[in-house]
């Protein structure tokens, strides 16, 4: 067993394996060999499978070193010109679902498809992607590199042992990486997993470019109720979850700010009250009233979600954008729904970003 320090700022031992067409074995706490049962309910035998426990992230087979994910000194950002940088990366197909029995998340990598990518030299692009679960200890995964098509196959099976609560409060952020003719991160998506279950799932995931800038991946739960008769829309703050953890030691504390908008204006503002972080969630369940009639066409709602720190500092982390002209599908649909059925409570969970 090799201890490997990775250069990024995450630095703990990380080991690698592989398994093959053999079951997987693990050791229990008394130094003993056990067999991992799971390791017979592929569907597909030809599918390759790598097996992690729920502590570091280890794989369970022959060990052999593998860098840290999302290390800033060996990943570098693809650097594209003209209009290459309005061309999408491509897709990737996933498959997830959550064996409660023995409190294990499979996630099969299937295929990538359409993708674009560019490279600098005349070597055929080789690809493969980088996984990690955004939990307060990340759990972190590999898959082998391939020459990149138009059809680039995987389907490999990565299996960890992890809590089902903790999981569905956290995401899937898939990286896809080009090694040839030198190693970079061309772009990235991300998959919430509270809706994670029995039942495998299938989800088709856009590549987005890559950012240098640390993303956030957390997700706000918010609900409408719009009230014709009194002139007002409530809006429920509900919960956040994924929130970014901390290298401190101290609990991190968050708050929600409201903006209502008119043509680029602020008319007023609202804000929650800052609550503290418990395994990467927040609840609020707070209710905030703003005058809003059935008239007010071109009215939108600016969420934004801080993090309070020490000294009255706060950070911005993103925002979700309510209305009719928002570029989120999901928050349009969320304030027409309210707008159109008066006195319905519409709920919906958003994902934040920049402004």
Same mark, same amino acid.
Request: proline share 5%; hydrophobic share 40%; with cysteine.
């Given at each position: 067993m090799i201890n490997f320090m990775s250069p990024g700022s995450?630095?703990?031992p990380t080991l690698k394996t592989r398994i093959g067409n053999t079951p997987g074995t693990g050791w229990d706490n008394n130094g003993k060999q056990r067999l991992s049962h799971s390791m017979f309910d592929?569907?597909?035998?030809?599918?390759h499978v790598q097996r992690y426990d729920s502590v570091s992230s280890i794989q369970s087979s022959t060990c052999s070193i593998q860098d840290s994910f999302g290390s800033s000194r060996s990943l570098e950002s693809i650097i594209l010109s003209g209009d290459e940088r309005d061309h999408e990366l491509g897709k990737v197909c996933v498959h997830m679902r959550y064996e409660e029995a023995v409190e294990q998340v499979w996630i099969t990598l299937v295929k990538c498809t359409g993708l674009n990518v560019y490279t600098e030299g005349a070597e055929p692009p080789r690809i493969g992607v980088k996984g990690v679960i955004?939990?307060?200890?990340? &759990?972190?995964?590999?898959?082998?590199?391939?020459?990149? /098509? !138009?059809?680039? $196959?995987?389907?490999e099976t990565f299996v960890f042992t992890l809590n089902l609560e903790q999981l569905r409060s956290s995401a899937l952020v898939l990286c896809l990486q080009a090694h040839a003719p030198r190693k970079r991160t061309l772009g990235e998506c991300v998959l919430s997993l509270r809706t994670l279950g029995p039942q495998e799932t299938q989800h088709w995931l856009d590549f987005r470019t890559h950012s240098k800038t640390r993303v956030c991946h957390?997700?706000?739960?918010?609900?409408?109720?719009?009230?014709? &008769?009194?002139?007002?829309?409530?809006?429920?703050?509900? /919960? !956040?979850?994924? $929130?970014?953890?901390?290298?401190?030691?101290?609990?991190?504390?968050?708050?929600?700010?409201?903006?209502?908008?008119?043509?680029g204006r602020v008319l007023l503002k609202r804000k929650t009250k800052v609550m503290k972080s418990s395994g990467g969630r927040v609840q609020w369940e707070e209710v905030l009233l703003l005058p809003i009639t059935n008239q007010d066409k071109n009215l939108q709602l600016a969420v934004k979600l801080y993090r309070s720190g020490s000294v009255r500092r706060k950070h911005l982390l993103g925002q979700v954008l309510l209305g009719f002209d928002s570029s989120s599908p999901e928050a349009v649909e969320q304030w027409k729904d309210s707008m159109t059925n008066p006195e319905k409570v519409v709920t919906s969970w958003h994902r934040v970003s920049r402004p």
């Open positions: 995450l630095r703990r592929l569907s597909n035998p030809q599918g955004t939990m307060k200890k990340q &759990v972190r995964f590999k898959s082998t590199v391939k020459e990149a /098509s !138009a059809d680039t $196959l995987f389907m957390a997700e706000l739960q918010l609900a409408l109720c719009f009230q014709p &008769v009194s002139s007002r829309m409530q809006l429920h703050i509900l /919960s !956040a979850q994924n $929130l970014p953890t901390s290298s401190s030691p101290l609990t991190q504390s968050f708050f929600v700010k409201v903006d209502m908008l008119s043509d």
